[in-house]
């Protein structure tokens, strides 16, 4: 049976963001655990997100971010209710980044996995890493080499099937806008799951940076291009930009698109009226060429 059939994990599960006016506030994320009996996760997954109480400065850069969360994953979790995926004694020997690619090297006990004991680490690394913003996809060696009995060499979190029904706390129904070959923004009617924890901006966000169902359609959202964060305060949705990522996207790479397809995705919902765009949680004029303008929405 194929581990990714029995994976569930909760994509964008970062904590509080930056909120309007300050860029300083600590970002919590969540790290990756094995389920401590798995009986518990029958019909559910055996990857389970558990939040991190370590607090992350929103302005370091990404590789620290990274290390601090691998170094937290690698402690592990007190309790029998998790399990780490990662074999005792590994160590953490360094942590690169490349466009949206992060490198991970740890030391020679993490060759000692295979077959699902291997996939299930190197999925906890991803799904830990990738949220991220900068990060977008994780390659994993070990002590500078690959392990070349693996399938890939490269994962991202889009690898990993979401499931399963069992954890759905509810749903919405809303179209999502999507480019057609011309290039024109489409509605694709779409049923999204709310897993506990979820807000409907944030499941919005999520499905639309997944692109759509229709293959006729294709994703608005570049490879590697992300939101930072996004929530809903009264009937205004606040969708937090990295500046960090325009950085890694190529010059032709059309952002004013994928803003446009979320803004138009996010107004959908009927408790929205209203979107506005931050970026590193300040409000700019700009964001790389984009203008963005009061009430916030692309122009």
């Keep these: 049976m194929r581990v990714a059939a029995w994976l569930c994990v909760f994509a964008l599960l970062t904590g509080c963001g930056a909120r309007p006016g300050s860029g300083r506030t600590p970002e919590y994320y969540s790290l990756y655990f094995l389920r401590g009996d798995l009986r ?31 170094s937290a994953l690698l402690r592990g979790v007190d309790g029998d209710a998790y399990r ?57 060696t070990v002590g500078g080499q690959t392990l070349d009995y693996r399938d890939r060499q490269s994962f991202t979190a889009r690898d990993v099937l979401l499931l399963p029904d069992g954890d759905v706390v509810g749903t919405v129904t809303l179209p999502l806008y999507f480019p057609d ?70 010059d032709n790479v059309n952002v004013s698109l994928a803003l446009l397809s979320l803004d138009r995705s996010l107004h959908a919902l009927d408790s929205v009226r209203e979107v506005r765009y931050l970026v590193d949680g300040e409000f700019l004029d700009y964001y790389g060429n984009v203008r963005l303008l009061e009430p916030y929405e692309i122009a």
């Excluded at 996760?41 to 990274?66: C, I, K, W, Y």
């Excluded at 799951?193 to 979820?198: K, T, V, W």
């Excluded at 294709?218 to 996004?230: I, K, L, N």
């Design 40 to 70: 518990d996760a029958a019909g559910g997954g055996a990857l389970q997100a558990v939040p991190s109480a370590v607090p992350v400065d929103p302005d370091a850069a990404p590789e620290d971010t990274a290390r601090e969360l691998l």
């Design 84 to 140: 780490n995926t990662l074999p005792a004694g590994t160590a953490l020997n360094a942590v690169t980044l490349e466009g949206s690619r992060a490198t991970v090297d740890f030391s020679r006990p993490y060759a000692s996995l295979s077959g699902i004991g291997l996939t299930l680490a190197d999925y906890a690394v991803t799904l830990t890493l990738t949220q991220i913003p900068e990060i977008s996809m994780v390659r994993i």
């Design 181 to 250: 070959a011309s290039g024109e923004l489409v509605p694709e009617e779409r049923t999204l799951n709310l897993y506990e924890g979820d807000t409907q901006v944030e499941v919005v966000a999520r499905a639309v940076e997944n692109g759509p169902e229709n293959r006729e359609l294709s994703g608005a959202f570049p490879e590697g291009f992300r939101v930072r964060s996004v929530w809903q305060e009264d009937d205004i949705c606040f969708v937090n930009l990295s500046s960090a990522l325009l950085e890694t996207l190529p």
